[in-house]
């Protein structure tokens, strides 16, 4: 279980200092698991976002796109069963009153010991929580000794259900009618349109619909920067399928969607499957795809065979038929559901953690490194660094035309202060992989000087070629 916390810890300040992510409301000191995203960030995070809508919509003839409301009628929690099933088993230090999540605290004692004794112990936690045996759990803790991190102590409360939905109220009136929640998932919003969409739409099982958006859950042990967050965002693709087919569906996304995370260029050892021991209340089988962040193996998306179990709910609680008439077999039936549910933030801190070199440059006696993102072309927040050489001689006209012909297909940069080489390194740090240098030479022969960001090298191409070249690499 080697982490690598140095290494995340300068990818955090990384974010900071190049404008890619900050603590939320900072000036007055942040606020616990919010972060808001920087000019580089959110443009990063916006080109993620497309790259998984593009896949799933654009790519599929048979998935089509939504956008619901973060508020729902409050019914919809009572019917997928957050508002009875949507908690965690936590547990309180006496002596500091801190509040843990159980697996978070084992999980965490689990990653000081040895590999086959922390293994062993997750093991005993999975049977544990499998069976939600809490007094079993409690005892598993007392007996390992684990201490709370601020106390020091093992002085626990029992073992408790605490629900992760934050509340608030619509309208006026403060009655228990309009109580709301803000949705803690984007999911329901797509089972309460499937007729919606299906109809309008034409649509034929098999078929997917797929949404982006804001959940929030209030995570109690809320840390690791925004790989746990109380608002964030997710990218779900709900597919609607024959019952009886989900087992092969299921095994078809889940491939699928490690294909999408491949495409990518992260190597495959980077990632792994874990299929999950306790299913949630709605699913008949469940896998994470996890990455290998410098602080360990950890889940990225989960896909999730949710059987008919949303649907016939809502049917139930809403007393409206939601059900297909299926043409093929001539037959009704309420659709089976395969889920893909990713993180766009962790999406994002994978893209991050996985772009994030220190590079040592140093040659011949001379000390010498950089900070590079190696973001896939098509996911840089900038495409394309413009820089004349020097501030005249009609070197900064050229290369205002080159920005003209070029910032309507993706993001350029301008930049005429500094020496080269440190605009050059300014560019590696926020992931930039093209940057074009300007000199006396284009006004003679019409060629600039080309830098890959990866290799450091420099060619002369043309100039009418610039466009050509990014674009290409942008679309491979
Ligand atoms: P975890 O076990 O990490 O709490 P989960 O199994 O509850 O996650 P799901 O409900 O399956 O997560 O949500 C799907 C995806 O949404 C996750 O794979 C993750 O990428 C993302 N996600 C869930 N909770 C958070 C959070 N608090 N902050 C950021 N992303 C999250």
Same mark, same amino acid.
């Given at each position: 279980?080697?982490?690598?916390?140095?290494?995340?810890?300068?990818?955090?300040?990384?974010?900071?200092?190049?404008?890619?992510? =900050?603590?939320?409301?900072?000036?007055?000191?942040?606020?616990?698991?919010?972060?808001?995203?920087g000019q580089y960030g959110a443009q990063l995070k916006k080109n993620i976002r497309d790259y998984w809508w593009k896949s799933m919509t654009q790519m599929h003839e048979n998935i089509v796109g939504i956008d619901a409301a973060i508020f729902m009628h409050p019914t919809t929690w009572k019917a997928s069963g957050h508002v009875d099933n949507f908690s965690d088993p936590m547990i309180d230090n006496k002596d500091s009153k801190k509040r843990y999540r159980v697996d978070h605290l084992i999980e965490a004692h689990a990653e000081t010991l040895p590999a086959a004794e922390g293994e062993a112990l997750l093991a005993q936690m999975d049977n544990l929580l499998k069976e939600n045996d809490f007094a079993g759990l409690k005892k598993l803790i007392e007996d390992k000794k684990i201490k709370c991190t601020v106390s020091g102590t093992s002085n626990w409360t029992d073992v408790r259900q605490f629900n992760l939905m934050f509340s608030t109220q619509l309208g006026s009136v403060t009655d228990e009618a309009s109580?709301?929640?803000?949705?803690?998932?984007?999911?329901?919003?797509? =089972?309460?349109?499937?007729?919606n969409?299906?109809?309008?739409?034409?649509?034929?099982?098999?078929?997917?619909?797929?949404?982006?958006?804001?959940?929030?859950?209030?995570?109690?042990?809320?840390?690791?920067f925004i790989?746990?967050?109380r608002e964030f965002e997710q990218m779900e693709m709900q597919f609607f399928i024959r019952p009886g087919t989900q087992k092969e569906w299921y095994a078809y996304w889940k491939e699928e969607r490690l294909k999408w995370h491949l495409s990518l260029g992260v190597s495959p050892e980077k990632y792994r499957y874990h299929d999950h021991v306790k299913l949630a209340h709605y699913a008949d089988a469940a896998v994470d795809i996890e990455y290998e962040f410098p602080i360990g193996f950890k889940e990225v998306e989960g896909i999730h065979s949710r059987t008919d179990f949303d649907l016939k709910s809502h049917q139930e609680y809403s007393r409206k038929k939601i059900q297909y008439f299926d043409t093929e077999i001539?037959?009704?039936?309420?659709?089976?559901?395969?889920?893909?549910?990713?993180?766009?933030?962790?999406?994002?801190?994978l893209t991050i953690c996985n772009a994030y070199e220190e590079e040592d440059l140093s040659k011949d006696g001379k000390e010498d490194s950089r900070v590079v993102m190696r973001f896939p072309a098509k996911l840089a927040p900038i495409q394309l660094a413009v820089f004349p050489l020097t501030k005249k001689d009609g070197l900064p006209e050229?290369?205002?035309?080159?920005?003209?012909?070029?910032?309507?297909?993706?993001?350029?940069?301008?930049?005429?202060?500094?020496?080269?080489?440190?605009?050059?390194?300014?560019?590696?740090?926020?992931?930039?992989?093209?940057?074009?240098?300007?000199?006396h030479q284009t006004k003679e022969?019409?060629?600039v000087t080309i830098r890959y960001r990866d290799s450091m090298e420099q060619e002369r191409v043309p100039l009418d070629k610039v466009k050509e070249i990014v674009l290409n690499k942008i679309n491979e």
């Open positions: 279980m080697a982490t690598d916390q140095n290494k995340f810890q300068a990818i955090i300040s990384h974010c900071k200092e190049y404008g890619f992510v =900050f603590p939320s409301s900072e000036i007055y000191d942040g606020l616990s698991a919010v972060y808001d995203y109580e709301i929640y803000l949705r803690p998932e984007t999911a329901q919003g797509i =089972f309460v349109n499937f007729l969409v299906q109809k309008t739409g034409r649509m034929k099982i098999p078929f997917g619909i797929a949404q982006t958006g804001k959940a929030f859950r209030n995570e109690i042990v809320a840390r690791q790989f746990r967050m001539n037959q009704n039936y309420v659709p089976y559901v395969i889920e893909t549910s990713i993180g766009l933030d962790r999406m994002f801190l050229i290369a205002r035309e080159l920005m003209d012909k070029c910032k309507s297909s993706f993001f350029c940069f301008y930049e005429e202060k500094d020496a080269i080489g440190k605009r050059y390194r300014r560019q590696d740090a926020i992931g930039t992989p093209f940057c074009v240098t300007i000199d022969d019409n060629t």
